[in-house]
C-alpha cells in the first residue's frame, strides 16, 4: 500500500458531478450518474461494484474513449487542470499512453500476438518521446526488470504466447509504465489469472505507486484486492458511487446498506456455514433502464422507507468520518448494532456412510506428436498426466471440495467421475460400484441420476433453444422420476419453487434470465433426478457478489434437505473455507494435501496450501496474512516435474530428494494427509498464514 | 431472496417467427430482398391466373414487346423465335425455378446437416472420412460435376436435385461441422451427456438449433446460387426437357438472337437476376439483424 497524500496539494484527476450515457436503440441509457472524485497525485483509488455498475465506463470516460454511442452528458473530467472536454483528438492521443496508461483485465488481448514484446514496448517511448530504437531498447528492458520479470533478454524476444499469463499481464503493466504516466487506470488486472499469479501482480502494484510516484484508479469487483492495493475506495452501485471514504472507514464503518450488504455476503473468514452464516443481498442488480426512481438500492435494501427513498435523487452526503461520503438518506438512522438479519442457522449434521471413495485414480490423456522430428526420434506419443493417483473419500450428506488453480486437474476429475472419460488406472467406487471405467453410454439411468453436475459458465449450462421447463422436464422424464406430463410439469414447478424462482420461469428461454437466475436453473436440474452426489464445478464463480452468497446458500439449502454429497470444486479458498466439511488441495494433477477443513486452514501446512492461502485476498482489516510470494510459471502437464510436482515454486524445497523422488505421502491424522518431503516436526513449526483480530499493518 | 421479476408471457414458435420477421423489418437491405422474393412466390404460386397465355402455345413469331395478339390481346415483353409468349413463360418459369431452386437447397442442407453433425460431433476417424469425401467432391468443378452427373443420368427435375445435393452438400457439411464443434463443448452438451442421452439426440436437440442463425443466412445465400445453377444447367441444355418454360433454357433457345431481337433473352436474364439478388439481400438483411442483439 503506498502513502496516499490524500488532501495535500492540487488533485491531479478531478471528475465533477459527471454523468455518462450509452445511446441505443431503447435510447438513452445512464450508465453513470453523478459522479465525483478528487485523485491526488501519489494516491491509489479503488473503484468496487457489480458487473454493470459503470465503473469500467468511467475508466473509459477518463481516457476519453468512449466509443460510438456513449457520451459524458453532464459534468466535467479535469486532468492535470485540463478539462478533457477541450482536447482536441492529436491531444488526446498524446494523452493516452502517455500521461494516462491503462492496463487491461484481459493481458493476451492486450498484447499483440504477432509482433514481439520487445517491439511492443519500444513503441511506447519511440512515439511519446521520439527516442531512439536502442535507447527504446534499454528503456524496455529496464522497465520488464522493474515488474520483477526474470531474464528481461528472452522476454523481449518472446512473442506474447510464449509467456504465461502473469507474464503477460506485467509486461502490460510495463508498457503502461514506460511512458511515465501519472494517472495509471487499472481494470481488473488480475481477474483472469491464477490466486497465486494473482498475488504477485497485487505486490507489483503495491510497489508501483512508491517507486514512481503514479497515481492509480484500480477498477475491481474484489473487496480485498482493493484492500491491499488502494488508500481509498468508491463503492458503486448501479452507476452511482454509494459509498466512499478512505479504506479503513469504509471496510470498518461502513454507513451504506448496500457496502454493510457486500461484506455481509462476502466469505470473510470470520464467517461459518453454521454458527455465522453469510447474509446474502436479496434480489438482483436492476438493468440500467430499469433502475427504480430514488435509491437504486431501494428494492433490495432492508431499510427500505417508501416515500423518502423513492422520493427522488438521493444526493451524496458527508457520512460521520473524515472524507466518507455516503449516498443514503437513513444513513444516521440505521441502528446497526441491534440489525439482525434473517439468516438460517444450519445445525450441524454428522456425514452418514461412504458414498465415493476414489483409490489411486489415474487419467493420462494421450498426445500424438505427429512432427517429422518426433516420428524419427520415436517420441511420438506423450502422455499428459491430468490426474495422478487421487485417492479421497466422500460421504453422505458431506461437503468435500478440490480446491486448486487452473490446470491442477480438478475439472478433469469431475469429468472421470461423471463418465465423459473413463480413468486410465485405479478405482472409483460410487455406492459400491467402480464407475471409473464405465463410460456415461453404459451407465445405468440410476447411476446417471445420482450423480449429476452444477456447471460453472451460467451462460453455457442451459441450451438457449430450449424453456427452462422443457430442460428441467426432459431430465425428470430421462430418469424416471415421472412419466406423464402433468405430473412432469408439477415436479418442474417444485423444483422452481425449491431453487426460489418464479414458476412461470418454466415458459421463459434463459436468455430472459440473469446470471444468478441461470445458475439457479441449473441447481435445479441437477437436483431434478435426486441425485446422491452432486458435483458442483465453480459454480458461484462467474456470478456477481451479491448473488454469489444467495446461490451459495441455495445449494447448501438443497444439499441438506436432499441428504446429498456435494463435490464442490473450486479455486477460491475463501469459498471453500465457508462451506466445506473436508477439503482436497490438488497441484497439477496430484493431491497436495487433504483433511478437513480446519485442519487444512491450520498448520501444519503443505507448502503448496501455505502459499495458496497467503495468496487469498481478504476484505478484512483485522486479517493479517503471511506474504509468501510463490516464484515461476505452472509447470506444463506435459512436461511435469520428476520428483514433487510443486518443486519448481516451492519456497520450502529441501534439496535434490524434491526433483528426484515423488514425495511420501504423511498421514498426520485419521483425515489429515499431506505429500511432502519435509518431515513432519518440520511442517508444524509453521505458523497459521491467517491471523484474525491482530490489528492491520 | 426471491428474484421478482415480472410475469413472461409464454412464447410460442409462432411468435418467436414473428418476432424474428419484426427485426428484420429494421433492416432496409434484408426488407427489399424478402419483398423480391414474395413478389415472385406470388407470381409462381399465381401462374396459371397471371399468365395471359399459355406458356406453350406457338402464336405469332419474333414480336417485339407491347405486340398484339391475333385475339387482340397484347404480348407485353413480346414472343421469341417460335412465338410463344414471353411474359407468360417467364411466369410459369418462376414455379420451376423456385420449386426446384427450393427442394434442391432443402436436400443440399438435410445431406450436409447429417454429415456435418456426425462428422462434428464424433470427430476421430468419423469425421476424417467424411471430411475426405467432402474435399474430394469440392476438388472437382462444379460445372463438371453437373455436367457428369446430368448427362449420366438424364436431364429431369429429380436429377436437378441431386446434383445440386451432391455439389452443395459439403460445403453446408463444412460449416455444420464448424458449428458443432464449437457447440459441442458447451455445458449444456455436457448436462445432456452426463444424463445419458443418445449421440443423435444431443445432436439433433441440444446443438442444431443453436447453429440455426449461421445455417438460416447461408441457405438464403445457398438459394441464390442454386438457382443461377439452374439457370446455368437450363442454359447448357441440361436441365428441365423441353418445351416446359425454364428461365436458363429461354436464354439459351433465344441466345442466337439476342443482337437483333434482345427482349427474347434481356427478360429471363433479369428474371433470374432480380431473384438472385433477393436472396442475397434477405442473407444480408439476416446477418445484419443477427448481428445487432
Same mark, same amino acid.
Given at each position: 500500500m503506498s502513502n496516499g497524500q490524500s488532501g495535500a496539494g492540487k488533485p491531479l484527476l478531478e471528475c465533477n458531478d459527471l454523468c455518462i450515457s450509452y445511446f441505443t436503440r431503447a435510447g438513452e441509457i445512464p450508465a453513470v450518474k453523478d459522479f465525483s472524485l478528487q485523485l491526488y497525485p501519489g494516491e491509489s483509488v479503488g473503484i468496487v461494484g457489480e458487473s454493470g455498475c459503470g465503473k469500467s465506463t468511467v475508466a473509459m470516460a477518463i481516457m476519453n474513449y468512449m466509443g460510438a454511442n456513449g457520451g459524458i452528458v453532464g459534468g466535467s473530467i479535469v486532468f492535470d487542470g485540463r478539462d478533457m472536454a477541450s482536447l482536441s483528438p492529436e491531444e488526446l492521443r498524446q494523452l493516452r499512453g502517455g500521461d494516462i496508461a491503462m492496463v487491461y483485465q484481459e493481458p493476451m488481448a492486450a498484447l499483440n500476438p504477432s509482433l514481439t514484446i520487445g517491439k511492443q514496448l519500444m513503441e511506447v517511448p519511440m512515439f511519446h518521446e521520439n527516442i531512439s530504437a536502442t535507447e527504446a531498447a534499454a528503456r524496455a528492458k529496464q522497465m520488464l526488470a522493474d515488474v520483477n520479470l526474470p531474464d528481461p533478454d528472452r522476454v523481449m524476444a518472446a512473442y506474447p504466447h510464449q509467456i504465461s499469463g502473469g507474464q503477460q499481464q506485467r509486461v502490460v503493466i510495463s508498457m503502461a509504465l514506460l511512458s511515465h504516466p501519472k494517472l495509471l487506470l487499472l481494470d481488473e488486472? @488480475? @481477474?483472469?489469472?491464477d490466486v497465486t499469479v494473482e498475488a504477485g501482480i497485487v505486490e507489483l502494484i503495491g510497489e508501483i505507486s512508491a517507486k514512481f510516484g503514479t497515481s492509480m484508479l484500480y477498477i475491481s469487483h474484489n473487496m480485498g484486492l482493493i484492500k491491499d492495493t488502494c488508500d481509498r475506495v468508491c463503492v458503486m452501485y448501479s452507476g452511482e458511487v454509494v459509498e466512499e471514504g478512505p479504506i479503513d472507514t469504509v471496510f470498518n464503518a461502513m454507513s451504506h446498506p448496500y457496502t454493510r450488504g457486500l461484506f455481509g455476503a462476502i466469505p470473510l473468514p470470520s464467517a461459518d456455514k453454521r454458527s455465522h452464516p453469510l447474509v446474502a443481498i436479496r434480489g438482483q442488480l436492476p438493468l440500467p433502464h430499469e433502475r427504480p426512481r430514488g435509491c437504486n438500492f431501494g428494492p433490495r435494501c432492508d431499510f427500505f422507507d417508501a416515500g423518502r427513498c423513492d422520493a427522488g435523487d438521493i444526493p451524496i452526503v458527508d457520512g460521520a468520518h473524515a472524507m466518507q461520503r455516503v449516498r443514503c438518506v437513513r444513513w444516521q438512522e440505521i441502528d446497526w448494532a441491534s440489525h439482525r438479519p434473517d439468516v438460517t442457522v444450519r445445525p450441524e449434521e454428522p456425514a452418514g456412510e461412504e458414498v465415493l471413495a476414489v483409490d489411486e485414480m489415474r487419467k493420462y490423456y494421450t498426445v500424438h506428436d505427429r512432427s517429422i522430428k518426433a516420428m524419427l526420434s520415436g517420441h511420438s506419443v506423450r502422455h499428459v498426466k491430468a490426474n495422478e493417483s487421487i485417492t479421497f473419500n466422500a460421504r453422505k450428506q458431506e461437503t468435500v471440495a478440490i480446491v486448486g488453480e487452473s490446470g491442477c486437474g480438478k475439472s478433469t476429475f469431475a469429468k472421470v467421475l461423471t463418465g465423459l472419460e473413463t480413468a486410465t488406472d485405479g478405482k472409483i467406487d460410487f455406492d459400491g460400484v467402480d464407475i471409473s471405467h464405465v463410460p456415461v453410454h453404459n451407465r445405468t439411468p440410476k447411476q446417471l441420476g445420482s450423480l449429476q453436475m452444477v456447471f460453472q459458465n451460467p451462460n453455457d449450462t442451459l441450451n438457449p433453444s430450449h424453456t427452462i421447463g422443457a430442460q428441467i422436464g426432459r431430465v425428470i422424464k430421462k430418469f424416471g422420476v415421472e412419466t406423464e406430463p402433468a405430473k412432469i410439469q408439477q415436479r418442474v414447478m417444485q423444483l422452481l419453487d425449491a431453487v426460489k424462482l418464479p414458476r412461470d420461469f418454466m415458459w421463459r428461454r434463459p436468455r430472459q434470465l440473469s446470471g444468478g437466475q441461470k445458475q439457479r436453473v441449473g441447481i435445479a436440474r441437477a437436483f431434478a433426478g435426486n441425485p446422491s452426489m452432486v458435483i458442483a464445478d465453480e459454480p458461484v464463480s462467474a456470478l456477481d457478489v451479491s448473488v454469489q452468497a444467495a446461490v451459495t446458500d441455495l445449494l447448501m439449502d438443497l444439499q441438506r434437505e436432499n441428504k446429498t454429497t456435494l463435490l464442490f470444486i473450486s479455486h477460491d479458498l475463501s469459498v471453500v473455507r465457508y462451506l466445506a466439511d473436508r477439503i482436497v488441495v490438488m497441484y497439477l494433477g496430484q493431491i497436495m494435501e487433504r483433511g478437513t477443513t480446519e485442519q487444512v486452514f491450520a498448520p501444519p501446512y503443505h507448502p503448496y496450501t501455505e502459499a495458496l492461502l497467503s495468496a487469498v485476498p481478504i476484505a478484512d482489516t483485522s486479517v493479517t496474512k503471511k506474504r509468501i510470494l510463490l516464484e515461476g510459471n505452472l509447470p506444463s502437464v506435459l512436461n511435469p516435474p520428476t520428483g514433487c510436482p510443486f518443486e519448481t515454486r516451492c519456497p520450502r524445497k529441501v534439496g535434490r530428494i524434491c526433483e528426484e523422488e515423488r514425495p511420501p505421502v504423511i498421514e498426520i491424522s485419521a483425515e489429515h494427509r499431506i505429500a511432502c518431503h519435509i518431515p513432519l516436526e518440520e511442517l508444524a513449526k509453521a505458523e497459521p498464514v491467517i491471523q484474525v483480530g491482530k490489528a492491520a499493518e | 431472496m426471491t428474484e421478482t421479476t415480472a410475469t413472461a408471457p409464454r412464447e410460442s414458435g409462432a411468435m418467436r417467427a414473428l418476432k424474428g420477421i419484426g427485426l428484420l423489418r429494421e433492416s432496409g437491405v434484408g426488407m427489399t430482398g424478402a419483398g423480391i422474393i414474395l413478389f415472385w412466390l406470388i407470381v409462381a404460386i399465381l401462374a396459371p391466373v397471371l399468365a395471359p397465355f399459355p406458356p406453350n402455345a406457338t402464336l405469332v413469331p419474333m414480336l417485339a414487346p407491347g405486340g398484339e395478339a391475333p385475339d387482340g390481346g397484347i404480348f407485353l415483353l413480346g414472343t421469341d423465335h417460335i412465338g410463344r409468349d414471353i411474359l407468360s413463360r417467364l411466369i410459369w418459369g418462376s414455379r420451376t425455378v423456385l420449386f426446384y431452386g427450393i427442394v434442391a437447397t432443402a436436400c443440399a442442407y438435410a445431406v450436409g446437416i447429417v454429415m456435418g453433425l456426425a462428422a462434428g460431433y464424433f470427430g476421430g476417424i468419423v469425421d476424417e472420412v467424411i471430411s475426405f469425401i467432402a474435399n474430394v467432391i469440392l476438388s472437382f468443378p462444379v460445372m463438371v460435376l453437373y455436367v457428369i452427373i446430368i448427362s449420366v443420368f438424364g436431364a429431369s427435375g429429380i436429377n436437378i436435385v441431386v446434383a445440386v445435393t451432391f455439389a452443395s452438400a459439403p460445403g453446408i457439411m463444412r460449416i455444420v461441422r464448424g458449428l458443432v464443434l464449437d457447440l459441442r463443448n458447451r455445458d449444456y452438451v455436457a448436462a445432456a451427456q452426463t444424463r445419458g442421452e443418445g449421440a443423435w439426440q444431443i445432436m439433433m436437440v441440444e446443438i442444431l438449433p443453436n447453429a440455426r442463425g449461421p445455417l438460416i443466412v447461408d441457405s438464403c445465400l445457398r438459394m441464390g446460387y442454386v438457382i443461377i445453377t439452374i439457370g446455368v444447367l437450363g442454359f447448357l441444355g441440361l436441365g428441365l426437357p423441353p418445351p416446359d418454360p425454364d428461365w436458363g433454357g429461354m436464354i439459351n433457345e433465344t441466345r442466337t438472337m439476342a443482337l437483333i431481337f434482345p427482349h427474347m433473352t434481356v427478360f429471363p436474364c433479369i428474371a433470374i437476376s432480380s431473384l438472385v439478388l433477393g436472396f442475397n439481400l434477405l442473407a444480408d438483411g439476416l446477418r445484419e439483424v443477427s448481428l445487432r442483439d
Amino acid at each position: 500500500m503506498s502513502n496516499g497524500q490524500s488532501g495535500a496539494g492540487k488533485p491531479l484527476l478531478e471528475c465533477n458531478d459527471l454523468c455518462i450515457s450509452y445511446f441505443t436503440r431503447a435510447g438513452e441509457i445512464p450508465a453513470v450518474k453523478d459522479f465525483s472524485l478528487q485523485l491526488y497525485p501519489g494516491e491509489s483509488v479503488g473503484i468496487v461494484g457489480e458487473s454493470g455498475c459503470g465503473k469500467s465506463t468511467v475508466a473509459m470516460a477518463i481516457m476519453n474513449y468512449m466509443g460510438a454511442n456513449g457520451g459524458i452528458v453532464g459534468g466535467s473530467i479535469v486532468f492535470d487542470g485540463r478539462d478533457m472536454a477541450s482536447l482536441s483528438p492529436e491531444e488526446l492521443r498524446q494523452l493516452r499512453g502517455g500521461d494516462i496508461a491503462m492496463v487491461y483485465q484481459e493481458p493476451m488481448a492486450a498484447l499483440n500476438p504477432s509482433l514481439t514484446i520487445g517491439k511492443q514496448l519500444m513503441e511506447v517511448p519511440m512515439f511519446h518521446e521520439n527516442i531512439s530504437a536502442t535507447e527504446a531498447a534499454a528503456r524496455a528492458k529496464q522497465m520488464l526488470a522493474d515488474v520483477n520479470l526474470p531474464d528481461p533478454d528472452r522476454v523481449m524476444a518472446a512473442y506474447p504466447h510464449q509467456i504465461s499469463g502473469g507474464q503477460q499481464q506485467r509486461v502490460v503493466i510495463s508498457m503502461a509504465l514506460l511512458s511515465h504516466p501519472k494517472l495509471l487506470l487499472l481494470d481488473e488486472p @488480475t @481477474t483472469a489469472l491464477d490466486v497465486t499469479v494473482e498475488a504477485g501482480i497485487v505486490e507489483l502494484i503495491g510497489e508501483i505507486s512508491a517507486k514512481f510516484g503514479t497515481s492509480m484508479l484500480y477498477i475491481s469487483h474484489n473487496m480485498g484486492l482493493i484492500k491491499d492495493t488502494c488508500d481509498r475506495v468508491c463503492v458503486m452501485y448501479s452507476g452511482e458511487v454509494v459509498e466512499e471514504g478512505p479504506i479503513d472507514t469504509v471496510f470498518n464503518a461502513m454507513s451504506h446498506p448496500y457496502t454493510r450488504g457486500l461484506f455481509g455476503a462476502i466469505p470473510l473468514p470470520s464467517a461459518d456455514k453454521r454458527s455465522h452464516p453469510l447474509v446474502a443481498i436479496r434480489g438482483q442488480l436492476p438493468l440500467p433502464h430499469e433502475r427504480p426512481r430514488g435509491c437504486n438500492f431501494g428494492p433490495r435494501c432492508d431499510f427500505f422507507d417508501a416515500g423518502r427513498c423513492d422520493a427522488g435523487d438521493i444526493p451524496i452526503v458527508d457520512g460521520a468520518h473524515a472524507m466518507q461520503r455516503v449516498r443514503c438518506v437513513r444513513w444516521q438512522e440505521i441502528d446497526w448494532a441491534s440489525h439482525r438479519p434473517d439468516v438460517t442457522v444450519r445445525p450441524e449434521e454428522p456425514a452418514g456412510e461412504e458414498v465415493l471413495a476414489v483409490d489411486e485414480m489415474r487419467k493420462y490423456y494421450t498426445v500424438h506428436d505427429r512432427s517429422i522430428k518426433a516420428m524419427l526420434s520415436g517420441h511420438s506419443v506423450r502422455h499428459v498426466k491430468a490426474n495422478e493417483s487421487i485417492t479421497f473419500n466422500a460421504r453422505k450428506q458431506e461437503t468435500v471440495a478440490i480446491v486448486g488453480e487452473s490446470g491442477c486437474g480438478k475439472s478433469t476429475f469431475a469429468k472421470v467421475l461423471t463418465g465423459l472419460e473413463t480413468a486410465t488406472d485405479g478405482k472409483i467406487d460410487f455406492d459400491g460400484v467402480d464407475i471409473s471405467h464405465v463410460p456415461v453410454h453404459n451407465r445405468t439411468p440410476k447411476q446417471l441420476g445420482s450423480l449429476q453436475m452444477v456447471f460453472q459458465n451460467p451462460n453455457d449450462t442451459l441450451n438457449p433453444s430450449h424453456t427452462i421447463g422443457a430442460q428441467i422436464g426432459r431430465v425428470i422424464k430421462k430418469f424416471g422420476v415421472e412419466t406423464e406430463p402433468a405430473k412432469i410439469q408439477q415436479r418442474v414447478m417444485q423444483l422452481l419453487d425449491a431453487v426460489k424462482l418464479p414458476r412461470d420461469f418454466m415458459w421463459r428461454r434463459p436468455r430472459q434470465l440473469s446470471g444468478g437466475q441461470k445458475q439457479r436453473v441449473g441447481i435445479a436440474r441437477a437436483f431434478a433426478g435426486n441425485p446422491s452426489m452432486v458435483i458442483a464445478d465453480e459454480p458461484v464463480s462467474a456470478l456477481d457478489v451479491s448473488v454469489q452468497a444467495a446461490v451459495t446458500d441455495l445449494l447448501m439449502d438443497l444439499q441438506r434437505e436432499n441428504k446429498t454429497t456435494l463435490l464442490f470444486i473450486s479455486h477460491d479458498l475463501s469459498v471453500v473455507r465457508y462451506l466445506a466439511d473436508r477439503i482436497v488441495v490438488m497441484y497439477l494433477g496430484q493431491i497436495m494435501e487433504r483433511g478437513t477443513t480446519e485442519q487444512v486452514f491450520a498448520p501444519p501446512y503443505h507448502p503448496y496450501t501455505e502459499a495458496l492461502l497467503s495468496a487469498v485476498p481478504i476484505a478484512d482489516t483485522s486479517v493479517t496474512k503471511k506474504r509468501i510470494l510463490l516464484e515461476g510459471n505452472l509447470p506444463s502437464v506435459l512436461n511435469p516435474p520428476t520428483g514433487c510436482p510443486f518443486e519448481t515454486r516451492c519456497p520450502r524445497k529441501v534439496g535434490r530428494i524434491c526433483e528426484e523422488e515423488r514425495p511420501p505421502v504423511i498421514e498426520i491424522s485419521a483425515e489429515h494427509r499431506i505429500a511432502c518431503h519435509i518431515p513432519l516436526e518440520e511442517l508444524a513449526k509453521a505458523e497459521p498464514v491467517i491471523q484474525v483480530g491482530k490489528a492491520a499493518e | 431472496m426471491t428474484e421478482t421479476t415480472a410475469t413472461a408471457p409464454r412464447e410460442s414458435g409462432a411468435m418467436r417467427a414473428l418476432k424474428g420477421i419484426g427485426l428484420l423489418r429494421e433492416s432496409g437491405v434484408g426488407m427489399t430482398g424478402a419483398g423480391i422474393i414474395l413478389f415472385w412466390l406470388i407470381v409462381a404460386i399465381l401462374a396459371p391466373v397471371l399468365a395471359p397465355f399459355p406458356p406453350n402455345a406457338t402464336l405469332v413469331p419474333m414480336l417485339a414487346p407491347g405486340g398484339e395478339a391475333p385475339d387482340g390481346g397484347i404480348f407485353l415483353l413480346g414472343t421469341d423465335h417460335i412465338g410463344r409468349d414471353i411474359l407468360s413463360r417467364l411466369i410459369w418459369g418462376s414455379r420451376t425455378v423456385l420449386f426446384y431452386g427450393i427442394v434442391a437447397t432443402a436436400c443440399a442442407y438435410a445431406v450436409g446437416i447429417v454429415m456435418g453433425l456426425a462428422a462434428g460431433y464424433f470427430g476421430g476417424i468419423v469425421d476424417e472420412v467424411i471430411s475426405f469425401i467432402a474435399n474430394v467432391i469440392l476438388s472437382f468443378p462444379v460445372m463438371v460435376l453437373y455436367v457428369i452427373i446430368i448427362s449420366v443420368f438424364g436431364a429431369s427435375g429429380i436429377n436437378i436435385v441431386v446434383a445440386v445435393t451432391f455439389a452443395s452438400a459439403p460445403g453446408i457439411m463444412r460449416i455444420v461441422r464448424g458449428l458443432v464443434l464449437d457447440l459441442r463443448n458447451r455445458d449444456y452438451v455436457a448436462a445432456a451427456q452426463t444424463r445419458g442421452e443418445g449421440a443423435w439426440q444431443i445432436m439433433m436437440v441440444e446443438i442444431l438449433p443453436n447453429a440455426r442463425g449461421p445455417l438460416i443466412v447461408d441457405s438464403c445465400l445457398r438459394m441464390g446460387y442454386v438457382i443461377i445453377t439452374i439457370g446455368v444447367l437450363g442454359f447448357l441444355g441440361l436441365g428441365l426437357p423441353p418445351p416446359d418454360p425454364d428461365w436458363g433454357g429461354m436464354i439459351n433457345e433465344t441466345r442466337t438472337m439476342a443482337l437483333i431481337f434482345p427482349h427474347m433473352t434481356v427478360f429471363p436474364c433479369i428474371a433470374i437476376s432480380s431473384l438472385v439478388l433477393g436472396f442475397n439481400l434477405l442473407a444480408d438483411g439476416l446477418r445484419e439483424v443477427s448481428l445487432r442483439d
